[in-house]
C-alpha cells in the first residue's frame, strides 16, 4: 500500500467510524473529554497495529472501550463511573427553551444515573448491542464467551427496565 | 441451544440470541417451533422485546452529541503523527537490524583463528607496527603475540628484498656489498608478500651453522649473506608456499619438496667459524668464515644437490 492510499484508508476510516465511536463512549463514560481521548487512542493504535482478520468497527470499539476502562482505572475515575456520576453527563441540546432544557436535562441525568449502575461489562454490551454489533463482536470486546453475551444483555435490559420502567411515561 | 420443541424453557440467553438473530439457521428453526408451543417463553420474549426497545428510548435520551471539531482535528493529526512515526520506524529498524548483524557475525567471527589474526593484524598496522599498551592487551587477548613480534623480526631483518635481485652466482663481494652498506631511511616494516614468509631469528648454539634443505626444488635459490648482524634470520623472499623453516641448536633445516619453487635469504653473523650447507642427498659443503668474507654473498641454485659445483672456493 502507497503512503497516499494508506493515508485515505486511514483517513476513510476515521471519517466513517469516528462519530459513531464518540457517540457510543460518551454514553459508556458519561465524559465527553475521555470519549475523544478513547477515540483518539483506538484510531492511532489502528495505524500501529491494523487488525489482521477483525472487522474494524469492531475493532476499533474493542480498543476504545479497554482504552477507558483502563484510563477510568488510571485516574481512578473508576469508582465513579460504576456509583454514577449523573452530573457529568453531557448537557443541553441547541434550540430548547429553559423550561424543555431543564427537562430535557432531567431526563437524561435519570437515564445516566441508570446506566451507571450497570456493571462495566453490562453497560458495555448493552451500548454495543445498540450500536448493531453482533454478540461474538461484543464477547470479543467485554473478553467473555458469545454464549455470556446473550446472558449479559438479558441481566441488563432487566436491570434498565427495573431501574427505568416505574418513571418511564415521565421519561417520555 | 440445547432446546427443541416441546422440552423445557429457554433461557433469557437463548430469547436474546433468538431475539438478536444471532443463532444460525437451524437454531432460529427450533426456537420458533418452541415458542409456537410454548406461551410462557413467548411471554418472556416479548417482555425482552419491550425491554429492549423501552433501552433504546431511553438510551436516544442521551446526547447523541457530535464531537467538538476541535478535537476531531486534534485526533486527525494524531493519526497522521503516528503513520509518520510508522514509515520512518522501518529505515531505523533496518539500520537496528544491520548493525546487529554485523556485530554478530563480527562476534561469531572472533571466535575462529583466522578473524582473530585479521583483527590482530589490523590493530598492529593501526598503530604503524608498534601498537601502544592497550593494543598490545588486546592482541594478546586475542592471542595473537606473533603479531606483535612481526615489527620487531622485520626491523632486524637485512635487506631481504634486495639479495634476491644479485641472481644466481652473484659475484661475491662487488654488488651485494654496496647494496648492503647504502644508508637507508626509516622504513616501516611491510607486511609479508604473498609467496613471502615471516622472517624467522635463530641462534646456533655452536661454532658452526648447518643450513640443510631437505629436497631438491622444481626452481629456486637460497642467497646466504655473511654480514655482522647480532643474530641469523632467514626469510623465503619469493615463491613460498608454506615450506616449513625449522630453526634449532644446530642451524637451520628447510622442509622443503621437490615441487618448491621458493627463494631464501638466509643471513648469518660473522661471529660463526663455519656454514655447513647440504642439499637432498648431497654432499655437506662447508663455507669458512673470516674477516674478508663480512658482507659476502653466495646465491646457490637449489634444482640439484651439487653444492660444491655452485659454491665459490673457501679462498678467492
Not at chain 1, 453490562?122 to 464477547?139: D, K, P, Q, S, Y
Not at chain 2, 417451533?33 to 417482555?47: D, F, I, K, P, V
Not at chain 2, 494524531?78 to 563480527?106: C, E
Not at chain 2, 631464501?264 to 655437506?284: F, H, M, N, Q, S
Request: charged share 25%; with cysteine; glycine share 8%.
Amino acid at each position: 500500500m502507497t503512503q497516499s492510499e494508506e493515508r485515505l484508508n486511514v483517513t476513510q476510516l476515521f471519517l466513517q467510524h469516528y462519530d459513531g465511536l464518540y457517540r457510543y463512549l460518551v454514553r459508556l463514560t458519561g465524559d465527553a473529554d475521555l470519549a475523544a481521548d478513547a477515540a483518539q487512542e483506538a484510531f492511532v493504535r489502528l495505524v500501529e497495529r491494523p487488525p489482521q482478520d477483525r472487522h474494524v468497527r469492531a475493532w476499533l470499539f474493542a480498543v476504545a472501550t479497554n482504552v477507558v476502562r483502563d484510563t477510568a482505572r488510571a485516574r481512578a475515575r473508576w469508582m465513579t463511573l460504576l456509583m454514577g456520576s449523573p452530573d457529568r453527563a453531557p448537557m443541553g441540546d441547541a434550540g430548547q427553551g429553559p423550561d424543555d432544557a431543564a427537562e430535557s436535562a432531567e431526563r437524561r441525568k435519570v437515564v445516566r444515573a441508570a446506566l451507571d449502575r450497570l456493571s462495566w461489562k453490562e453497560r458495555t454490551v448493552l451500548l454495543m448491542r445498540e450500536e448493531g454489533f453482533a454478540h461474538h463482536e461484543i464477547a470479543d470486546a467485554v473478553g467473555t464467551t458469545t454464549g455470556s453475551v446473550g446472558t449479559m444483555i438479558a441481566r441488563a435490559l432487566n436491570k434498565l427496565a427495573g431501574e427505568l420502567a416505574p418513571t418511564s411515561e415521565s421519561l417520555r | 441451544m440445547s432446546v427443541t420443541a416441546g422440552s423445557r424453557h429457554l433461557g433469557d440467553d437463548d430469547l436474546i440470541r433468538y431475539m438478536d438473530h444471532q443463532l444460525d439457521r437451524e437454531g432460529q428453526r427450533l426456537m420458533g417451533a418452541h415458542l409456537r408451543t410454548c406461551a410462557g417463553c413467548t411471554a418472556r420474549l416479548e417482555g425482552f422485546r419491550q425491554k429492549s426497545a423501552l433501552a433504546k428510548e431511553w438510551l436516544d435520551l442521551l446526547p447523541a452529541e457530535m464531537p467538538d471539531p476541535n478535537k476531531r482535528a486534534v485526533a486527525l493529526a494524531a493519526l497522521d503523527r503516528t503513520r509518520f512515526r510508522r514509515r520512518s520506524v522501518p529505515m531505523a529498524t533496518a539500520w537496528m537490524k544491520a548493525a546487529a548483524a554485523v556485530i554478530l557475525l563480527v562476534s561469531v567471527g572472533m571466535a575462529t583463528e583466522p578473524m582473530r589474526a585479521f583483527v590482530a593484524r589490523g590493530v598492529v598496522r593501526l598503530g604503524g607496527g608498534e601498537p601502544g599498551s592497550a593494543a598490545r592487551r588486546l592482541v594478546e587477548w586475542l592471542g595473537q603475540e606473533r603479531q606483535l613480534q612481526k615489527p620487531e623480526l622485520a626491523r632486524a631483518r637485512p635487506l631481504p628484498a634486495a639479495v634476491p635481485e644479485l641472481g644466481p652466482a652473484a659475484e661475491p663481494g662487488a654488488a651485494a656489498p654496496a647494496a648492503a652498506t647504502r644508508p637507508r631511511p626509516a622504513e616501516r616494516p611491510a607486511p609479508p608478500k604473498r609467496g613471502v614468509s615471516a622472517p624467522i631469528t635463530f641462534t646456533p648454539a655452536g661454532p658452526d651453522v648447518s643450513l640443510v634443505f631437505n629436497s631438491v626444488q622444481a626452481a629456486g635459490s637460497a642467497t646466504i649473506w655473511i654480514r655482522e648482524v647480532p643474530r641469523a634470520n632467514v626469510q623465503a623472499v619469493r615463491g613460498y608456499r608454506n615450506e616449513e623453516l625449522v630453526t634449532g641448536a644446530d642451524g637451520l633445516e628447510v622442509r622443503n619438496r621437490p615441487g618448491s619453487r621458493a627463494d631464501y635469504v638466509i643471513t648469518i653473523p660473522t661471529r660463526y667459524r663455519y656454514i655447513l650447507v647440504k642439499v637432498a642427498d648431497g654432499p655437506e659443503v662447508r663455507i669458512g668464515i673470516t674477516k674478508s668474507k663480512r658482507e659476502w654473498v653466495w646465491t646457490i641454485g637449489l634444482q640439484n644437490s651439487a653444492l660444491d659445483q655452485q659454491l665459490p672456493s673457501e679462498e678467492p
